[in-house]
């Protein structure tokens, strides 16, 4: 399996266009969640390397920024074809270093590669305005440019596709780039260094630097000449980086944490709500920023709802990514573990009932029984933190405008899900829930096409879409007089 993914597992940095180590020489060993045993190692860089980074990406911004709009795009077309040429290769290695079942890992690949193609199309339509002037001898232009040297730090869980989202529009805006993979994925964010060397971008347009999260993020937040902190990742980190990153002003755009709730009214259509219901939380383990935290359902049709679900999740196969018909891989590490059995603790110690799963799986490991728990309350944990993992804790409610008030008592505002059969409703509910993705019976609805992002303490600006590729452009006003 290694020989095959060999070539994009790389065990080194790039920077200015070679490919190196630490200046210590230091590593961090890279474990693979379902057989827990070290399948690498990555250079533990820190601040030192990382200016060295941004210098490379500063140099290579002067000549990149005066490129084409279709030479980037030509580049990016390549960019996307050399992902899709590869797809197997990169899904493996992801399913190596993450843990999730190879289907998802391709799904995440070719979604990778969407992004890059969307935004080598929308790098072509970055228009500018001229405006009507109150002057007779004057006029008024308002042009795009690239903001510059942009930082972008991505999470774990999708180590592929996150990294697409901003070098795909960032790159098309004529951007150039210091990325930094997270420590227990870092593979899939080195091969997009091999991939965009393959595709023919110069050296220094992207640079990918791997090591100590806080000193490469203190050089990405402090070094004037970055431009644009890109963040996906926890919103306890994603607030530090906006406090460091207002000592040199820079734009910044957050990704983060979510506690997505999922409603059912007594008209949905049962078994499309259960169907959406195991994709929205059951997907990479449960551990997605857009997964279901909290599921609330009527009166009327809670009981069947949860024997409904209990049966499909019981369906769920668990085990290593690469096994054939894996449907739930491990938990990234026992962190994670440990943390879903605290909720799991809490919920059962004030009343919830565990209906299905509740322990550690007998494969092992991080492998955890998807879990369902009846009888939730508002004062459990669930309520107002993030559990990223298997579990689905399910709230009773009587009435829409209840289920609106508890869905939105809650600091996150990123995705939320509702199964409804009345049009009135679907509009009413839409427009009380207080978040930046809906999903009005439909439990899984990231595309590229669409603008991905939260509200409240989810996050800040949008990524896909045509929105996508503003937060890397900045805006002039140009006024030439004398005519
Ligand atoms: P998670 O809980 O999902 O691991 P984090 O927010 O801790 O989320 O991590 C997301 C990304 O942020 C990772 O690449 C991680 O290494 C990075 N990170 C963590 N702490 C810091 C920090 N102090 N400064 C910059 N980046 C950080």
Not at 313 to 336: C, F, H, N, S, Y
């Amino acid at each position: 399996m290694l020989k095959k993914t060999s070539h994009f597992m790389r065990e080194a940095n790039l920077i200015g266009g070679a490919w190196v180590g630490a200046d210590s020489g230091a590593t961090i060993e890279v474990v693979n969640p379902a057989t827990r045993q070290v399948i690498g190692t990555v250079p533990k860089c820190g601040r030192a390397e990382t200016r060295r980074a941004i210098e490379a990406a500063e140099t290579a911004f002067h000549s990149w920024k005066k490129t084409s709009a279709n030479e980037r795009a030509r580049l990016l077309r390549k960019l996307h074809d050399a992902i899709m040429d590869n797809q197997e290769a990169l899904a493996e290695l992801l399913v190596m270093e993450q843990g999730k079942p190879l289907a998802e890992a391709r799904a995440e690949v070719g979604m990778s590669a969407a992004y890059v193609l969307w935004y080598a199309e929308e790098g072509r339509r970055v228009y500018g305005d001229i405006v009507p002037s109150p002057w007779a001898d004057r006029r008024i232009l308002v042009t795009k440019e690239p903001v510059g040297v942009i930082g972008a730090i991505t999470p774990w869980n999708f180590p592929s596709s996150m990294l697409a989202r901003k070098l795909g529009p960032a790159l098309a805006a004529g951007c150039t780039a210091v990325a930094k993979p997270a420590s227990q994925t870092p593979y899939s964010g080195l091969a997009w260094g091999v991939l965009a060397e393959e595709a023919g971008f110069p050296e220094g347009v992207v640079n990918i630097v791997t090591g100590s999260a806080s000193e490469i993020g203190d050089e990405l937040t402090e070094n004037p000449l970055v431009r644009k902190i890109t963040f996906t990742g926890s919103t306890e980190i994603g607030k530090l980086l906006m406090q460091k990153a207002a000592g040199t002003v820079k734009k910044v755009s957050m990704e983060l944490g979510g506690n997505a709730p999922f409603l059912v009214f007594d008209d949905a259509d049962l078994d499309r709500a259960v169907q959406g219901a195991v994709a929205a939380k059951y997907r990479n383990s449960g551990q997605t920023c857009v997964c279901t935290n909290r599921f609330f359902v009527q009166e009327g049709i809670y009981d069947r709802f949860v024997e409904k679900l209990v049966e499909a999740m019981g369906r769920l196969k668990v085990g290593p990514g690469l096994e054939d018909g894996t449907q739930q891989g491990p938990l990234i590490d026992d962190k994670a573990v440990e943390k879903v059995e605290e909720l799991i603790a809490d919920a059962t110690a004030k009343g919830g009932r565990v209906v299905a799963g509740g322990k550690r799986h007998a494969l092992g490991g991080t492998f955890f029984e998807p879990t369902v728990i009846a009888d939730a309350a508002p004062d459990m944990r669930f309520m107002q933190e993030e559990i990223f993992g298997p579990v689905s804790p399910i709230f009773r409610f009587e009435h829409e405008e209840e289920a609106v008030r508890l869905a939105n008592d809650t600091a996150f505002g990123l995705a939320c899900y509702f199964y409804t059969g009345d049009l009135g409703r679907a509009f009413r509910v839409m427009e009380g829930l207080k978040y930046g993705l809906v999903g009005v019976n439909e439990g899984i609805i990231t595309t590229v096409e669409a603008p991905f992002g939260g509200l409240k303490e989810s996050g800040l600006g949008k990524e896909g879409g045509h929105q996508g590729i503003e937060d890397y452009l900045d805006t002039k006003y140009v006024c030439i007089g004398g005519l």
